[in-house]
């Protein structure tokens, strides 16, 4: 049961009040300590004022705020979509319904392993994106290929941090290769990534497949957490793997 301290909050010394959580019955303390977090979080507040489904709504607005990728006419797809904020942040930045007059209008196409509740403007589909002909479907339902990719995708939580990371840069390789895929040229490919030293592998191959490739940490992205975005723009295509003519050694 969440209560605020008691006391007169008008007039002058008028401060925010801090939520605080009970520790209820069988709730662990790491438990409280989150829901206590979750309540006080400015950017929670924030996406249920502005009708977002997460807090996560907002490090897609900042990352396209800085790279610009989110553009009226383009089509997005969102690996690993659920809840649904970053579908709802780039239905309204590409024009996916045509709500701008005089814009392109765009589309709007998120994949997830669970169900997610309709999101107007999206075409959502229950899939697992690492299924043979994955990408087929994804670009038939589409229209055509994609100018953007982004995942916001986590491995489920093991507990250990060296683990958690191996997890995590695995799927972002995963939805890159997928990326590789569905892709027009020029495109841009936007992931999470946790930092932890096991990224130079994964940052290679995107060097090869892109002309620019920026790691990011958005001002929404808590400072407690190694969370970091990838963002690689200008897509050449897919590169040639280690050992096939034209591609470059892979650092250890």
């Given at each position: ?189 936007v992931a999470k990534v946790l930092a932890g030293g ?55």
């Amino acid at each position: 049961m969440a209560k605020t301290p008691s006391g007169n909050t008008s007039g002058r010394g008028q401060r925010e009040l801090r939520v605080r959580v009970k520790t209820a019955k069988g709730r662990k303390l790491s438990s409280t300590l989150w829901l206590e977090r979750q309540l006080n979080d400015p950017y929670v507040q924030r996406a249920k004022k502005e009708g977002y489904r997460g807090r996560a709504a907002f490090k897609i607005l900042e990352l396209d705020d800085r790279f610009r990728f989110l553009v009226p006419g383009a089509r997005v797809v969102d690996l690993g979509c659920a809840p649904g904020g970053w579908c709802q942040v780039a239905v309204k930045r590409v024009n996916a319904l045509g709500e701008k007059s005089g814009k392109r209008v765009g589309r709007v196409l998120g994949v997830d392993l669970q169900e997610v509740e309709p999101i107007a403007g999206a075409d959502i589909h229950q899939l697992d994106f690492l299924e043979d002909g994955a990408d087929e479907k994804v670009k038939a339902w589409l229209g055509g290929p994609a100018d953007v990719v982004m995942s916001d995708m986590a491995a489920a939580a093991s507990g250990h941090k060296g683990t958690d990371h191996l997890r995590i840069i695995a799927l972002c390789e995963a939805a890159a290769e997928f990326a590789f895929d569905v892709l027009e040229e020029g495109g841009t490919f936007v992931a999470k990534v946790l930092a932890g030293g096991a990224e130079n592998q994964l940052q290679a191959l995107l060097k090869r497949a892109f002309q620019k490739v920026a790691n990011v940490k958005p001002p929404s992205s808590r400072a407690d957490s190694s969370e970091k975005f990838v963002v690689a723009t200008g897509f050449r295509g897919r590169p040639p793997a280690p050992g096939e003519a034209g591609a470059e050694e892979m650092p250890d």
